[in-house]
């Protein structure tokens, strides 16, 4: 007779919560250099804190004269053989070098081109208003695109579009320098300005109209 064995309860499947490493664990790989005892080659070319050529030493006695010193022993040459270390503080090293990064950083400058719509109607007070906002731009050194509208019969009005132009070049030209010069585009007059100090005697004048020839008789 078989024996009666009772069925387990059903156990409901629970995955594992993902791995998380330790707070405040920190991986090696992510040091730029490897340091005393991550450095595990036989010998090492060794250079002293004050930048003197020490010569090939075994590792271990690098390492105990950079301990003497109260200092770390670097690699700065991995691919070299034996490898170049030397001896520094590495924590100050890391230090002025993220300084550097950061002076450099600062002083890239990243250019923008910031856009002005005119019409060739525009008031006075209205286009001095977007001048001023032109202006500065350039003295921000950001570049300038100046667009003048033309909607349905201002096409007529293209020369008050380059007066417009004009007038503007004779404010900036101490500080900016026309970089793209008015062009129509379609219904569009366009001009680029950039930071700079340009040509002081520019004007800007209307193409003249292509001449048209009789056909002989």
Do not use: W
């Amino acid at each position: 007779m078989t024996p009666f064995v009772p069925s387990s309860p059903s156990i409901p499947f629970r995955p594992k919560p993902p791995f998380k490493p330790r707070s405040g664990f920190q991986s090696f790989d992510k040091d730029e250099h490897r340091i005393n005892e991550r450095i595990r080659v036989p010998q090492v070319r060794l250079i002293d804190e004050k930048g003197h050529q020490v010569g090939v030493v075994q590792t271990y006695q690098a390492l105990q004269m950079a301990r003497e010193r109260g200092l770390d022993l670097m690699e700065v040459a991995p691919e070299a053989r034996p490898p170049v270390c030397k001896i520094c503080d590495y924590g100050k090293f890391k230090y002025e070098k993220k300084k550097k990064e950061q002076q450099a950083r600062k002083k890239q400058t990243v250019i923008k081109v910031k856009e002005i719509q005119l019409r060739p109607q525009i008031e006075d007070h209205d286009l001095e208003y977007k001048f001023k906002s032109v202006k500065q731009f350039l003295v921000d050194g950001d570049k300038a695109k100046i667009i003048i509208m033309f909607k349905g019969r201002e096409v007529a009005y293209v020369d008050q579009g380059y007066k417009i132009m004009n007038r503007l070049i004779e404010q900036i030209k101490d500080f900016a320098t026309i970089e793209s010069f008015p062009k129509m585009d379609g219904k569009k007059m366009i001009m680029v300005l950039a930071p700079g100090a340009g040509n002081k005697s520019v004007s800007i004048k209307k193409p003249p109209e292509p001449s048209v020839v009789a056909p002989a008789k």
